[in-house]
């Protein structure tokens, strides 16, 4: 990890790692998406609409990956100050939001015809919509904190570790109350799931994590060369002005 | 009389959106690195 502390040396590994993970992880998610959609079977009970599962559960799962992406680059921030922690953590919000919000509209798609409602306020729903508002606040404090202290204030990565209490309250809200929402059929080391619904799941699922990553290393190339472009220009303005 | 719901419309507006959201979000995330290198790279020359 100290190894990467040197900005010229991540960007030395980012710029193949990057177009690497977004070819992937096209190619996997296509292909998984097309074998769900076209080849897969429909479920015995939900019919057709169980094909939208290739998309709710990887999007809920990169939406929660996303978070602890912001709570993990914080705490190495807060500890470590570890120079790309903080952009790491400003990588992964857009992606982790964007995700979150495609599981919620997914979920809605998805419960309309399954459940009657396009939805409920039980523990699973309200606890993704809560972490879609924690992401909207990240994002304008990290935002407001860059403007105002040049990025050294440490609200944000604070937010995100206290932020990260949600990940788990989603993750166990099927278990600890009654949802409407069905309990996790995938759990370390099982899978309620038929094998024909579970390998293009799995494939869905590596190929958009590796959009995501690709995404976030896009993000962070970003994130560093504007600082660069900044500090650069402001270097210049001071030699200007003597 | 309630009309059976055609599964397939739900289906396709979520794949609307999944797949519009995730190839926005990979198109800007792109752009977005592409116009700041550029930037700093028209910095590093002046």
């Not at chain 1, 939001?97 to 399954?114: E, I, M, N, Q, Y």
């Not at chain 1, 989603?170 to 409407?180: A, E, G, K, L, P």
């Not at chain 1, 069905?182 to 799931?193: D, E, L, N, R």
Request: charged content about 15%; proline content about 4%.
């Amino acid at each position: 990890m100290h190894g990467l502390a040197n900005p010229a040396r991540f960007l030395r590994i980012a710029r193949w790692l990057m177009p690497l993970c977004m070819g992937g992880g096209f190619v996997l998610a296509c292909g998984a998406l097309g074998w769900g959609l076209f080849f897969g079977p429909a479920e015995r009970l939900q019919g057709e609409t169980v094909r939208i599962v290739y998309l709710h559960v990887p999007a809920a799962w990169l939406g929660m990956a996303g978070w602890m992406g912001i709570a993990a680059a914080s705490f190495t921030e807060l500890v470590w100050r570890h120079p790309l922690a903080g952009i790491a953590a400003r990588a992964c919000a857009v992606p982790g939001a964007v995700f979150t919000a495609v599981c919620l509209v997914t979920g809605s798609l998805w419960g309309r015809p399954a459940w009657g409602t396009w939805w409920v306020w039980d523990g699973r729903l309200t606890s993704m919509l809560v972490l879609l508002f924690l992401y909207f606040g990240w994002i304008a404090l990290s935002q407001a904190s860059e403007v105002s202290e040049g990025g050294q204030n440490r609200a944000p990565a604070i937010f995100g570790l206290v932020g990260a209490v949600n990940i788990p309250i989603i993750h166990y809200s099927v278990i600890w109350w009654n949802s409407q929402h069905q309990a996790p059929s995938i759990t370390v080391g099982k899978s309620a799931m038929a094998g024909a619904f579970l390998w293009p799941l799995m494939l869905a699922m590596l190929g958009f994590t590796l959009l995501f990553a690709g995404c976030v290393l896009a993000r962070m190339r970003a994130i560093l060369a504007n600082q660069q472009a900044e500090a650069r220009l402001r270097r210049k303005a001071l030699s200007d002005a003597w | 009389m309630r009309e059976a719901m055609n599964p397939w419309t739900f289906v396709v507006a979520a794949y609307v959106v999944g797949l519009g959201a995730t190839l926005a979000m990979v198109g800007w995330s792109l752009l977005s690195m592409k116009r700041a290198e550029k930037r700093r790279d028209s910095a590093r020359k002046r």
